[in-house]
Structure formats: C-alpha cells, structure tokens
C-alpha cells in the first residue's frame, strides 16, 4: 500500500493542485448526481475522454517545448477521411487505410514542425494555417460527405470490452499515455524538450539540436491526432468531415489546467491526465445534471480561469 | 521641511518579509553632483535606487526632495518630480523610433492625432543637447547598445529629469563609449543635473564621481566627500574584509597545442583572417574594444555561428564545426556573456541546468533517472564550490554563482578548450576573485582557457598570451610579461 502510495506521489508530483481539483469535482458531483459515482459511469467518462486525451498528449510536447498546435481537431479529421476515403473509393483494406490516415497526419505534422523550425514561421500562424488546409482536404476527398457502413471490427473497437470492461480504444490511449510518460521523464529526448521549452538558444548552445526536435514533437503531435481520428471513427462507425471541429481549444485547455505554461519549459503528463479528466469530468458531471453544453463551455472556461490564476498566485508566493 | 535643494534620505529602512534589506540609510545628492552607490550584490543598492525612484515603498524613515517631502507613489509620479532612473539593461521598445521612444506613454497629439513632426523635433532637440547624431526617426532597434543609452538619457531630460540613478551603465559600453558617456554626465552636471551612479567598474568612479557612498547588507558603511580614494579602501568597505584585485600565477609550459585557428573568416564580415593557436593549458585572451569581433570570433569557434572559410584544428587534426553540437562533441564548449539569456535555463533547476549538456557524458543508454541527474549535479555543484542545492532554480543563485553552475555544467564533460566571453561581468568583487582561482586550477588541469573581456586589466592579468583585435582584422599576438602596458594595447586595439 505504501509503495502505491509513494508510486502515486511520484507520478503526480507538482500537480497536487489539479488533482486535488480533481478529487474535489468528483466528490461534488458524486454528492449532486446518484449516477456519477459509479464504475460504469467512470469507465464512460474515461471513453469520452480518449480522443482528447490522445491528443492531449501531443500537445504536452508542444507546449513544453514553447510552442502551440492549432491544428489537431483539422488534422484528426484530416486523418479520419483520407482512411475512409480509401478505403472506400480504392477499395484499400481497412487496416491499411487506417495505417495511411495515421501516415497522412503525421505528415501534416511534419509540414507543421519544418514550416516552425525552419521557415521559422510562429507556430500559432503556421499551424493555424494548418487548422484551415487539413481541414479543408478533409472535404475535399468525400466533397464534404459522410462515409459509413465499415467493416464489424472497427466498431469492436470501441465496443467489444476486453476483461469484461476495457475496449481496446481505451487500452490504446492507457498505453500511449504510460508511454508518453516515460519518454518525456525518462528519456534524455524528453529531458530536451524542458530545455528548449525554456530557453531555445541555451538548448541549442547546450549541444541540442532544437530544429530536428521541434520537427520531430510538431511530427507526434500529428501522428497522435491521426491515431485519435482513427478511434473516434471507430467509436462513430462513420467518417465525418467535420469531426474534430474546435477540438484543440479542449486540447489546449487540457493542457493548460494541466499546469504546462504557454511560455514552455512546464508541464508533463501527468498534469495534462489531470486536466484531460476534470474536463471529462465537468462534462460527465454537468450532463448528468441536466446542464446543456453552452452551459458546459461557460463552466470549463471559469475552470482555466482558475486554474491558471491558482498556478500564478502560487508562484508569486514562492 | 529643509532648505536643501537636492535630494536627502533620511534613516531609510525597508525590510521583505523578516529579511531587512535597508537599515537606517542616510545621504545626500546636492544639484549637479554625481554620488557613487556602490556595494556588492544584494548591499541594498537596488532597493534603495528603486525607493527613490518610486517603484519600491520604504517602511520608515523620510526623504526630501527640493526642500519639498518627498514620497513617490509610483515611478511616473517620480519622473513628474523630475527623479528618472535608468537600468541595467535598457528598456527601450525597440520596433519604434527613437522620438517615439522618448514620448512613449505621454505621445504629443494634436485634435487627437499623434503628432509626429513635434516629437521628432523635440526629441532631435535632446538629442542635439547630448551631442548625438542620430535621427530621431530611426528604429531603437538599428542603433548600438552606447546609442540606446543614450537615447534613455535623452528621454529623461526631455522629462526634466534633475536627478537621474544610473543603474550599471556602462556594463554592456567599451571605453570610448564610455568616455562619450562621461562627457555628457559632466556637460549636465554643469547644467544643474544630478546623478547617483551605480556601477561595478570601480576603476571609473574616480573619473566621474564627486561623492562615494558604499552599502553592505543593507547599512551605509562609509561615505566619502570625494572620489580620489584608493580602491583597496572601497573593496574593503564594500566586503568587510580585504580583497585585492590581484590575478593569479598561472605557470604554463606546454608546448602541446590543443586548439588552432587557420584563416578564419566570419560570415557577416565581423572577422577576417584570424590565426591562432592554443596550448594545452595555456590561458589565452582575445583584446579589444567592443564590436572589434571578439564575441563573434568566439562564437564561431563553439559553433554558435557559422564561419564561410577556414579551419579548425583541436589536437592536430582538423575538425568540421557546424553546430555547437559538433563544437561540444570535440570539446570545444562556452561559457557565454550573457549569462541569463545565453547560458543558463533560469526557470528551471540546477542539476536540469548542468545536466542538459552532458548526458551523452553520464547515460549509456538514453533512459534518465532522477536519481542519476541528481548525483552527476551534485558532483557538478561541489567541484565549483557553487552555493546552492541542485533543486534550486537557476534565478535563485546569485550572479558569481550562476556563473560557477555555468562552468561546472562545461567541466563535467571534461572539456580540452574552455572559452569564457566576459566571465565577470555584473559579478562582485567577492566572486571575481574565487573566479579567477577557478581559472587557474582548470588551466593547471590541462584545459586551455580563451578568455574574452571588455576589462583590459582582466585580460592582461590572466593570459599567458593575448590576441589583439580591431574591427575584426587580427593586429598582433603578444606574449605576456611584465612590460606590456595597458596603453600599449589600448594603441593597437584602436588603430
């Protein structure tokens, strides 16, 4: 139990503040609501949370690394069309569809990351300019239209329970957050990223090659998008250009109640886990209640408020 | 109320928290007088210019100012009265144009309209009064660190600054531009201005001072009625024990060459044609005036910028720098001149800092421990001596300190060419001298150090041999005796 206990701190250590947030929401809404402390209800809210939660991950590195990914929602979608697309135009077996979605996201990732490092673009205008184009490319192929009626095993995905709980889009978010973690705690690539998050010209007279790490972060944070347009399909069973609409300022937002600092050199993610879940949390909860999303918006915007001047306030005490 | 028409300060006290930074300090600034404030780091001498200066509240004791009460609510209420205080480091916006930058905040319009011809001829009219050639139409960001200075100066006086605090002014100047700054100091003395002058350039505070005043830990330790004192007397005073400026013996025979330069050319025409070569350890210092390219040189060395032609030998055998990474990989490192903005991740902590760089040095594989990070800093931290534990952040350590961090995050890698651009800037002359001595043990070691500094005396003290630049052309290598005079260099580095 101890070790647990010790386990726990390590992994959460400097977000004691949005865990505790955490704890605090889950309690209010399970005193509010008779059907949100359940297991059920916790294996739907981690269900809801995974798309976001995929492409929170990504973002983490972004941000850590000082820089901002406007375009995960237009590259998830990006990812979602070109799969069903050829699939169903080309007649390409749905696996390998799926592996070229998460192919093309990863590129749009790349041109995201070289147009940062290299034509040194702010990465708020080059992946803003990226949130428009892969949006649109998801259109074009399908002229705007749905795609359905895929192959059984993609809906098992999301549906068939494994264990007798866990389906395996749940499973494909646990481990490439476990694996995230490790790498950016672990690993001397992840341990970069603070420095070049904190400051790129020490990192790079440090001996760091920033350009090709900016490249490579800007590179998983679109591989990561296409992932999660593959398992929102799955959980859809039907491509949708317009999934994944404004689904960054979630993302972002996740991040940020997280504690990651927009100024980089801050965050991880167990922070950013905590915040995928007090988002997933609010929305489970306030739908539980009876609150309409409109209303779910105005509450998740007090909550970065809050966060963030938390955070702020805290530092000033030091 | 008095009748005393300058500035007194009377039994200021300020404390943060239970740390009193400020006891009972006392002086007097008379009209047209310039007052040293000097001290070591953390003395008070920021805390006190600021209480004057309106930003920070004192927590007892009094101050008048033309005979008048005087109790800033603000900076800007401070500039009303004519008391202007200007930093370190400028803070200029510099995307505008110098008139824009002297009116910043109080724009001259007319029916609601900026009105730019009136602005660029007042400001061209300050401008005049301090001798200076520039347009006041130009971009702050197209001028030279001296001319941005100035344009702070004029923006105090078109504010009909009396008193103005110079913080530091001539840490990021050269001597010529120095003694331009002298110059003005001494027209406006005669025009009724007065100055409290902060610096750590004691060498200068005869030249422009009439009063000295010298804080440690927060008490006015001793005030002078004029300047010719010796600086051993001030050093004492400000560190409360004697320090002298004296460098140490640093033997060196080797004859082993670690680190040559063969026709080197910079790639923005900063330096042309540079040759040397440096010995194991041999300490060798580059000369000369500010933008002659010895910061530039340096940096090309570490692979910071590129070069166009040229070549690099470490250990005899030619080595292809195009990116600090390939500099670091032959042992080539940097300490660099700015340490905050260059050299260290002030945000982060200490063994985050000197790990960064190193852990091709202390990892096998590529997986980090906390465990492993801590241990490799640890050994880091206590080899330089530096106060402070490894979780601290960087913004923590005092400047000798954060320089010390910054050196020992270099030696872990054991490093054959250790370069040092301005090693003591902004550093007091406590710390400057353990820096020295660090110096001395790296070179004993077998490290050959270049040593590049804007402080003449620095140079000559330390280098076996020195290489004299002006204006990027190589003048001459001399080896270091006895009879070098510092006019001798200074005549070289000029020509």
Redesign the interface.
């Known amino acids: 139990m101890e070790n647990i206990i010790n386990f726990t701190k390590r992994v959460f250590r400097g977000t004691q503040g949005t865990f505790l947030g955490l704890i605090v929401l889950t309690i209010f809404f399970s005193l509010a609501s008779p059907y949100f402390f359940s297991a059920r209800n916790f294996i739907n809210i981690l269900d809801q949370v995974t798309v976001l939660g995929i492409m929170a991950l990504g973002m983490t590195a972004v941000i850590i690394i000082g820089g901002i990914d406007l375009s995960v929602g237009s590259i998830l979608a990006l990812s979602m069309m070109v799969t069903g697309w050829v699939w169903d135009a080309f007649g390409v077996p749905l696996h390998y569809a799926c592996l070229i979605g998460i192919f093309i996201g990863s590129i749009a990732g790349l041109i995201n990351g070289l147009l940062v490092s290299y034509l040194k673009l702010p990465a708020f205008i080059a992946t803003l300019a990226m949130l428009s184009a892969a949006r649109g490319l998801a259109n074009i192929f399908t002229d705007g239209k749905q795609i359905y009626g895929f192959p059984e095993w993609l809906t098992n995905l999301s549906v068939v329970r494994h264990f007798g709980f866990i389906p395996v889009t749940m499973l494909v978010f646990i481990f490439l957050t476990i694996l995230c973690w490790f790498l950016l705690?672990?690993?001397?690539?992840?341990?970069?990223l603070?420095?070049i998050g904190?400051?790129p010209?020490?990192?790079?007279?440090?001996?760091?090659?920033v350009k090709g790490t900016t490249v490579v972060v800007y590179t998983i944070s679109g591989f990561l998008s296409g992932i999660a347009g593959i398992l929102l399909t799955a959980r859809l069973n039907t491509c949708v250009p317009q999934a994944g609409f404004t689904y960054e300022l979630d993302v972002i937002a996740a991040v940020v109640i997280g504690g990651a600092s927009l100024n980089g050199?801050?965050g991880g993610i167990a922070g950013t886990i905590v915040g995928v879940f007090i988002i997933g949390v609010l929305r489970n909860g306030l739908n539980l209640l009876g609150f309409s999303p409109f209303v779910q918006g105005v509450v998740i915007g007090a909550v970065i408020v809050f966060a963030v001047a938390l955070d702020t306030f805290k530092k000033k005490e030091r | 109320m008095s009748d005393h028409l300058g500035l007194e300060v009377k039994k200021v006290s300020k404390s943060y928290g239970t740390a009193k930074v400020l006891n009972e300090v006392s002086f007097e600034v008379r009209p047209g007088e310039v007052v040293a404030l000097l001290g070591e780091n953390g003395a008070g001498k920021s805390t006190i210019s600021s209480i004057i200066a309106g930003s920070v509240n004192h927590d007892s004791g009094t101050m008048t100012w033309k005979g008048q009460d005087y109790n800033p609510s603000s900076p800007g209420n401070a500039i009303q009265k004519g008391i202007g205080l200007i930093h370190q480091e400028t803070r200029l916006l510099k995307e505008l144009s110098v008139a824009e930058n002297v009116f910043v905040g109080r724009m001259i319009t007319k029916n609601g309209i900026v009105d730019f011809n009136k602005m660029n001829s007042l400001a061209s009219e300050q401008l005049k009064r301090l001798g200076l050639e520039i347009s006041p139409k130009q971009l702050v960001k197209n001028l030279k660190m001296s001319a941005q200075q100035q344009i702070e100066i004029a923006k105090a006086l078109t504010l009909n600054s009396e008193l103005l605090i110079l913080d530091e002014p001539t840490s990021s100047l050269g001597e010529s531009e120095t003694n331009f700054l002298f110059d003005k100091i001494r027209q406006l003395k005669k025009e009724g201005v007065s100055f409290i002058y902060i610096s750590h350039r004691l060498e200068e505070i005869e030249q422009i001072a009439d009063k000295i005043i010298v804080l440690r830990d927060g008490n006015l330790v001793s005030s002078y009625d004029n300047a010719n004192i010796a600086i051993n007397k001030i050093v004492h005073d400000m560190v409360g024990r004697d320090v002298d400026r004296i460098f140490p013996t640093i033997e060196n025979e080797s004859t082993t060459e670690t680190l040559r330069v063969e026709n080197l050319n910079s790639i923005d025409g900063s330096f042309e044609n540079i040759n040397f070569s440096v010995n194991k350890g041999e300490i060798f210092g580059i000369a000369g005036l500010v933008g002659a390219g010895r910061t530039e040189l340096v940096r090309a060395i570490?692979g910071?910028d590129m070069i166009t032609s040229g070549k690099i030998f470490v250990d005899n055998n030619e080595i292809n720098i195009s990116?600090?990474?390939d500099a670091?990989?032959n042992g080539i490192v940097?300490v660099?001149e700015d340490r905050k903005?260059?050299?260290?991740?002030?945000?982060?902590s200490n063994s985050?800092n000197i790990?960064?760089?190193n852990?091709d040095v202390f990892?096998k594989s590529?997986?980090?421990?906390p465990e492993k990070?801590k241990n490799f800093s640890k050994k880091g931290i206590e080899l330089m001596g530096v106060k402070g534990s490894v979780d601290q952040n960087a913004n923590e350590l005092s400047g000798g300190n954060q320089q010390k961090l910054l050196i020992s995050?270099w030696i872990s890698r054991k490093p054959k060419v250790l370069i040092f651009d301005e090693p003591t800037r902004g550093i007091d002359v406590g710390a400057r001298h353990s820096i020295y001595q660090v110096m001395k043990q790296l070179s004993e070691s077998g490290i050959s150090i270049i040593v590049v500094s804007s402080d003449l005396e620095e140079v000559v003290g330390l280098s076996h041999r020195m290489l004299i630049l002006s204006r990027g052309v190589q003048k001459n290598i001399l080896t270091n005796s006895d009879n070098i005079s510092r006019v001798e260099i200074m005549k070289q580095a000029t020509n």
């Open positions: 705690k672990y690993r001397k690539e992840g341990r970069n603070y420095a904190g400051n010209e020490v990192a790079r007279l440090s001996g760091i090659n050199g801050v | 570490c910071a990116s600090p990474q670091i990989k940097m660099p903005s260059l050299g260290l991740l002030l945000e982060q985050q790990s960064i760089a852990f990892l590529g997986w980090v421990s990070i995050k």
